[in-house]
């Protein structure tokens, strides 16, 4: 992170001065034409990732911010490239885990986007909900706690023993275990009687089917910014439906994006939104348990009650780039993060 007043001169960059990013407004520098502050990102994602998320809109409001985002190159050593101030990536193998770590310990002073060992809480459906199933949050309006759970990790036929000596509630939610960013960790089934579960495929997952109204909410989290968008999902199974169905059954991904309930017209017990008071709430206790600060949350409220709400699923760096004015919330936490680094170094922290 180059300090105040350094001049830094790309070869085909304008001329840029450091300066705090709280200085921007006042700084004389400021005249508007040049970009005042600095920001290598350099990005490691999917090609998948590098589509949905760096559009040309982020693209350009990044460099107006004077903020440098530079693909990572994999057929060379991290340690030849940069330098970076911060590193945003989403890759999942192991190699990469490790040439991320060995970096950081060479370079402490880069902004990790996030640590691989709290994004790997998430690669797993146990450890992922494991971290906010004693969360507090009555006093903000409202209750957050997560479905009650069945790790199976082999042996199917011994799946309706467990299910019933741990007196889960039919119908279930069979879940793979492990969530890599493949398609296969998203093949879920609905599971209507114990027989039938011994035709699942371990290691899995079993999670209480909660009935929501068909509506689940997308709590999605940049740094302290919140935004919650409705998306449809699964729909009630009532009494008749588990009298009248037996076995499992593989369901497709319900609430992606193109699965939008925000303009349906919906009974307001079902679609209002949680309380802001208590996503903030919420946002700010899973970023302390969760060590990370790109996340989000499907979040839905139990049918019939008025605050009672269930987290399913927490996914690492999702599909930002279907939020409304997302190029604005991401550039000002990233501008964000070289204030707050910037600070530090002046307390000497
Ligand atoms: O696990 P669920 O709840 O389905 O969440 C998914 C994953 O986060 C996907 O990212 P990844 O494929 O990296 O796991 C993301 O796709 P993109 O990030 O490619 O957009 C989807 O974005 P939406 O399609 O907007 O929901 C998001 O819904
Ligand atoms: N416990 C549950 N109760 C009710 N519906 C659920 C439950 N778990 C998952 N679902 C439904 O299945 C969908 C996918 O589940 P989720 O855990 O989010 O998996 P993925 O990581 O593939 O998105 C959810 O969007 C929701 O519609
Ligand atoms: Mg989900
Ligand atoms: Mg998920």
């Known amino acids: 992170m180059r300090l105040h007043g350094e001049v830094s001169f790309d070869e085909d960059e304008e001329e840029v001065v450091m300066v705090p990013a709280a200085a921007l407004s006042s700084s004389p520098l400021n005249g508007g034409a040049v970009p005042v502050t600095r920001l290598v990102v350099g990005y490691a994602l999917t090609k998948k990732k590098v589509k949905s998320f760096l559009q040309p809109k982020l693209l350009l409001l990044a460099r107006k911010k004077g903020i440098n985002l530079v693909a990572i190159d994999d057929t060379r050593p991290l340690a030849e490239q ?40 998430l690669n ?9 199933s004693d969360l507090n949050l009555s006093s903000f309006y409202g209750e957050v706690c997560t479905p009650r759970q069945l790790v199976i990790m082999r042996d199917p036929s011994s799946i309706p023993t467990a299910v019933a000596m741990a007196g889960l509630t039919l119908p279930l939610v069979a879940k793979p275990l ?44 940049i740094g302290e910014t919140i935004q919650v968008v409705r998306r449809f999902s699964l729909p009630d199974v009532n009494t008749y439906d588990l009298l009248n169905n037996v076995g499992v059954y593989r369901f497709p991904r319900v609430s992606c994006a193109a699965a939008s309930a925000d303009h349906a017209d919906l009974d307001p017990h079902i679609s209002e939104l949680p309380p802001r008071p208590l996503l903030e709430k919420l946002g700010k206790e899973l970023r302390g348990r969760l060590g990370l600060r790109l996340f989000n949350i499907d979040m ?15 996914n690492y760096f999702p599909g930002f780039g279907k939020m409304p004015g997302y190029e604005h919330i991401f550039t000002d936490f990233l501008l964000n993060l070289a204030q707050s680094k910037y600070k530090k170094c002046l307390s000497g922290g």
């Open 82 to 121: 940069g330098p970076f101030d911060v590193i945003l990536h989403k890759i999942t193998s192991k190699e990469w885990q490790q040439v991320l770590e060995d970096y950081h310990e060479e370079h402490p002073e880069v902004t990790v986007l996030d640590p691989p060992n709290a994004i790997n809480h």
């Open 178 to 221: 492990v969530v890599d960013g493949t398609s296969k960790s998203h093949e879920l089934s609905l599971a209507y009687d114990e027989a039938s579960l011994s035709m699942l495929d371990p290691p899995l997952v079993l999670q209480e089917f909660v009935n929501h109204g068909g509506i689940l909410f997308k709590v999605y989290i």
């Open 300 to 314: 839905i409220r139990e049918l019939g009650t008025k605050d009672r709400y269930y987290i399913i699923d927490i």
């Open 124 to 132: 797993n459906r146990q450890s992922m909900l494991a971290e906010v």
